[in-house]
Nanobody, 122 residues
Framework: QLQLVESGGGLVQPGGSLRLSCAAS????????IGWFRQAPGKEREGVSC????????NYADSVKGRFTISRNNAKNTVYLQMNSLKPEDTAIYYC???????????????WGQGTQVTVSS
């Protein structure tokens, strides 16, 4: 079975940090662009960040620029999302997605994880 598994979510105070992980099972991520998305209750899914297959290109939503950093370690078959200076508005379920077609079409990925909950609250 080809799967993506997110981990690292949890409850954190405003201003705190979390690092999310997206690990592949059953296939290698070497040739895949990987994106992070989030969905808050009552809101549509939002693209957060994406990294190219080589790691040479990244992009971020305006709402997270300067606070979040996406990276990858292909040897570990894992992509990370470092989230700093977290705000209550970052509260959502975070999903990772993988496509061989690049970040421009990441929303149409063939593979999606089950999601991990991030809650930012005092």
């Amino acid at each position: 079975q080809l799967q993506l598994v997110e981990s690292g979510g949890g409850l954190v105070q405003p201003g705190g940090s979390l690092r999310l992980s997206c690990a592949a099972s059953g296939f290698t991520l070497d040739y895949y662009a990987i994106g992070w998305f989030r969905q808050a209750p009552g809101k549509e899914r939002e693209g957060v960040s994406c990294i190219s297959s080589t790691g040479g290109s990244t992009n971020y939503a305006d709402s997270v620029k300067g606070r979040f950093t996406i990276s990858r370690n292909n040897a570990k078959n894992t992509v990370y999302l470092q989230m700093n200076s977290l705000k209550p508005e970052d509260t959502a379920i975070y999903y990772c997605a993988a496509t061989q077609l690049g970040c421009k079409v990441i929303s149409g990925s063939d593979y999606w994880g089950q999601g991990t909950q991030v809650t930012v609250s005092s």
